[in-house]
């Protein structure tokens, strides 16, 4: 089954295995001693987040190491560049409304 990387980050534990593994690759033991699950519950999330592109393997002898591919995320910031942008404009509406408030007390 084709996932999309939003399937991904739905999740928080997945959310959490990216935020660790953006600071370095790490193993699924390794992985799984900062989770109250096992090790197999963490290769789920591997598992999936793997289908979505957005973690690769490296084998580094008996180990594999996940490590976070920066470009898929790049994705994610993409769509989430058009609400920015309208955040953005609704907090500059929102310091020219406090700024005339704070005017007319004075």
């Known amino acids: 089954m084709r996932r999309d990387i939003f399937q991904a980050i739905a999740d928080p534990t997945r959310r959490a295995i990216i935020a660790m593994i953006a600071l370095q690759a790490m193993t699924p033991n390794a992985l799984a001693d900062h989770f109250n699950m096992t090790r197999q519950g963490v290769s789920k999330h591997l598992r999936i987040l793997t289908e979505c592109e957005l973690v690769h393997q ?4 008996r180990e594999i190491y996940y490590q976070l591919e920066i470009a898929k995320m790049k994705e994610i910031d ?6 920015r942008k309208i955040w953005e404009n ?6 020219e409304l406090l700024f005339k408030l704070k005017n007319n007390k004075s």
């Open 58 to 61: 490296e084998f580094r002898g």
């Open 78 to 83: 993409k769509w989430l560049e058009q609400f």
């Open 90 to 95: 609704r907090f500059d509406q929102l310091d």
